[in-house]
């Protein structure tokens, strides 16, 4: 049973003549297996020990102590066995029976000495095919047995696993005609390889030369790389200088946007209106602010008629020197509070004429301001300087304004134009009215100050600033053509 289910056979080296005969297989695998066998992993040794009762009693012994599942029979104990069978019959037996049962008991022995050898090598081929040494107690070949019998479960499994496939195959064999049908398929098959790899060989050239191709455009690349990135740099040093021309185009557009505005609205601006502005503030005529006139129900210091008078004669002087006017037996000197006219007197003699003896003119200072401060029944005499120089300014603004209106008959060009006038006339102190004029119905006023006649000077105050309101518009209108036939 052994030798049939391992993998490995095992047979007596010697085996005797009255044992078993076995096969020329078996016994070389016996001998194979004997040469092969090695000493057991775990070596068990079991002390051997006698009974008393014999070995006839070993199993009883066994089953009453647990632990003791197997004896191992030494040689002496052969050997007494031996000895006791031997010498029993010769106390017994005569001679010749002695001889009949030495035989029997020699061949018993033989026979008992076959078994155990037997067992012996069995048990030694067991424990060299395997990590436990044989024999074993009851609950190894448990535990064995019942590996075994997994085993063996997993390997009937196995089998019928195999013997399945084995039906399915045998269940698969196609017939003749499936055969032919698939050697058709095939030889299709085979056909539309080579189609297919004949395609394929020709797509690997044409891949080929794509690749060639492709290095070859990569070569390009990398060249159009350099051009583009040397591009991009020229580009952005050029948008840089570029901006900056921008910014500062944009800086001088911005700066010729103001000057031209700024131009344009100085164009616009009177500077001699800014400078002198004119007006009124009710009875009184007014000169930046400042009135100039006096009234009973109105008192009006003598400070601010004297800074008002200082503003009209520097009016005067500045619109002359701005027309070239020169005034004849006149000079005005404008000095704020202070400012004085003086008159101009050549005497009447011969050597007036005398190119050589020159003679000195006369100059006579009249004060264009007065402190008010006048004695009663004395005003008249004491204010008589202060009236010379008004009556005197009075000249001034009659001279200039007749030059206006003869220099303004014509504009710029030469063409002839509508002379202008004065709004009111001027005849030594007094101030006429125009409309009062053509009509021969005459209004006038007189510039000479009186100090129950203070409505009168009043009025006459503010005609006068009338007319040097008029003579100022006349500056400006001939700054202004100067100054477009300059930009023109």
């Given at each position: 049973m052994?030798?049939?289910s391992?993998?490995?056979?095992?047979?007596p080296?010697?085996?005797?003549?009255?044992?078993?005969?076995?096969g020329?297989?078996?016994?070389?695998?016996?001998?194979?297996?004997?040469?092969e066998s090695?000493?057991?992993?775990i070596?068990?040794?079991?002390?051997?020990h006698?009974s008393?009762?014999?070995g006839?009693?070993a199993?009883?012994n066994d089953k009453?102590?647990?632990?003791?599942?197997?004896?191992?029979?030494?040689?002496?104990q052969?050997v007494?066995?031996?000895?006791?069978r031997?010498?029993a019959?010769?106390k017994?037996?005569?001679?010749?029976?002695?001889?009949?049962?030495?035989?029997?008991t020699?061949?018993?022995e033989?026979?008992?000495?076959?078994?155990?050898e037997t067992?012996s090598?069995?048990y030694?081929?067991?424990?060299?095919?395997?990590?436990?040494?044989?024999?074993i107690?009851v609950?190894?070949?448990?535990l064995?047995v019942?590996?075994?019998?997994?085993?063996?479960?997993?390997a009937?499994k196995?089998?019928?696993a195999?013997?399945?496939?084995l039906r399915?195959?045998?269940?698969?064999?196609p017939s003749?005609e499936e055969?032919?049908?698939?050697?058709?398929?095939l030889?299709?098959i085979?056909e539309?390889e080579?189609?297919?790899?004949?395609e394929?060989?020709k797509?690997e050239a044409?891949?080929?030369?794509?690749?060639?191709e492709i290095?070859?455009l990569?070569?390009?690349a990398?060249?159009?790389d350099?051009?583009?990135?040397?591009?991009?740099?020229e580009?952005?040093?050029?948008?840089?200088?570029?901006?900056?021309?921008?910014?500062?185009r944009?800086?001088?557009n911005?700066?010729?946007?103001?000057?031209t505005k700024?131009?344009?609205?100085?164009q616009r601006t009177?500077?001699?209106?800014?400078t002198f502005?004119?007006?009124?503030?009710g009875?009184?005529g007014t000169?930046?602010?400042?009135?100039?006139g006096?009234?009973?129900?109105?008192?009006?210091?003598?400070?601010?008629i004297?800074?008002?008078?200082?503003?009209?004669c520097?009016?005067?002087?500045t619109?002359a020197?701005?027309?070239?006017f020169?005034f004849?037996?006149?000079r005005?000197?404008?000095?704020?509070?202070?400012?004085?006219?003086?008159?101009i007197?050549y005497p009447?003699?011969?050597?007036?004429?005398?190119?050589?003896?020159p003679?000195?003119?006369?100059?006579?200072?009249?004060s264009?301001?007065?402190?008010g401060?006048?004695?009663?029944g004395?005003g008249?005499l004491?204010?008589r300087s202060?009236?010379?120089a008004?009556?005197?300014?009075?000249?001034?603004v009659r001279?200039?304004?007749e030059?206006?209106e003869?220099?303004?008959?014509h504009?710029?060009n030469g063409?002839?134009?509508?002379?202008?006038?004065?709004?009111?006339?001027?005849?030594?102190?007094?101030?006429?009215?125009?409309?009062?004029?053509?009509?021969?119905s005459?209004?006038?006023v007189s510039?000479?100050f009186?100090?129950?006649?203070?409505e009168?000077?009043?009025?006459?105050c503010?005609w006068?600033?009338t007319?040097?309101k008029?003579?100022?518009a006349h500056?400006s209108n001939?700054a202004?053509?100067?100054?477009?036939?300059?930009?023109?």
């Open positions: 052994l030798a049939d391992g993998s490995v056979h095992q047979q080296s010697h085996p005797r003549s009255s044992g078993p005969v076995y020329q297989e078996r016994r070389e695998e016996y001998e194979r297996a004997s040469h090695r000493s057991p992993a070596k068990r040794t079991i002390p051997s006698r008393k009762y014999g006839g009693n199993a009883s009453e102590n647990p632990a003791m599942s197997f004896v191992m029979l030494s040689d002496s052969v007494q066995a031996r000895n006791s031997h010498e019959p010769q017994t037996t005569r001679d010749g029976r002695r001889h009949h049962s030495e035989s029997v020699f061949d018993g033989h026979l008992v000495a076959d078994k155990i067992t090598r069995l030694e081929i067991l424990s060299a095919r395997s990590d436990i040494d044989h024999p107690c609950e190894c070949t448990e064995l019942e590996g075994l019998q997994k085993r063996l479960a997993s009937t196995e089998r019928d195999y013997v399945e496939f399915q195959a045998n269940a698969d064999i003749e055969v032919q049908q698939a050697k058709g398929e030889a299709k085979r539309r080579a189609k297919a790899i004949t394929l060989e797509l044409e891949k080929a030369a794509l690749d060639d290095a070859a990569d070569v390009e990398e060249v159009l350099r051009e583009e990135e040397a591009f991009w740099a580009r952005n040093a050029f948008t840089v200088t570029l901006s900056r021309f921008q910014d500062e944009n800086r001088i911005t700066q010729y946007e103001h000057d700024q131009l344009q609205r100085l009177n500077v001699y209106n800014d502005n004119i007006g009124y503030d009875d009184f000169i930046n602010g400042l009135r100039l006096k009234l009973s129900n109105k008192n009006v210091e003598w400070t601010e004297n800074a008002a008078w200082g503003q009209t520097l009016l005067l002087a619109v020197d701005k027309l070239g020169s004849q037996g006149y005005l000197n404008p000095m704020g509070s202070t400012s004085i006219v003086e008159r007197e009447s003699s011969a050597s007036a004429n005398d190119p050589s003896h003679t000195k003119p006369k100059v006579t200072s009249l264009l301001y007065s402190s401060d006048y004695p009663l004395l008249g004491l204010s202060f009236d010379n008004m009556v005197a300014f009075l000249e001034c001279q200039l304004g030059f206006v003869r220099t303004s008959s504009d710029g063409v002839p134009i509508s002379g202008l006038k004065m709004p009111y006339a001027i005849r030594k102190d007094r101030l006429h009215t125009i409309a009062s004029t053509n009509s021969g005459e209004d006038s510039i000479k009186g100090a129950f006649a203070q009168e000077w009043s009025k006459a503010k006068l600033l007319c040097c008029f003579l100022l500056a001939v202004g053509s100067s100054r477009k036939r300059a930009d023109a």
